[in-house]
């Protein structure tokens, strides 16, 4: 599986990964629930990353649907915005202070002399 990750910023970029998921799938084959449970991965969008059926993962399947799988995105995506907000605030912050010291940038990384 490959990833690609954007950067933005003044030196924008791309990050790619090449994932090997066989070891994600040995692991998740071998997990087991009670007597008839299993466990799955699935990606942001709730399709399967790894399952014990492989013809499932291959077929492209989508669980975003699955109660479980719904209240897990969701959080997730609750989670990151809660982040995300805390950024802004920090950076906000930062900001602030380099202004307070007579200092300005274009983020809390990069303060420039007026």
């Known amino acids: ?5 954007a950067h933005v910023g003044r030196e924008p970029a791309v990050t790619v990964a090449d ?3 066989k070891l994600i799938w040995d692991v998740i084959s071998a997990i087991r629930v009670g007597d008839k449970g299993y466990a799955f991965v699935v990606d942001g969008k709730g399709r399967l990353i790894a399952h014990p059926d492989l013809s499932l993962v291959l077929r492209d399947t989508d669980f975003s649907q699955l109660p479980q799988v719904r209240q897990a995105l969701d959080a997730t995506a609750a989670r990151v915005k809660r982040t995300s907000r805390q950024h802004i605030l920090n ?6 202070y380099f202004e307070r010291a007579g200092m300005q940038g274009q983020n809390s990384g990069d303060p420039r002399r007026k």
């Open 1 to 5: 599986m490959t990833i690609a990750l």
């Open 19 to 21: 994932v090997n998921l």
């Open 91 to 96: 950076l906000n912050k930062c900001q602030n």
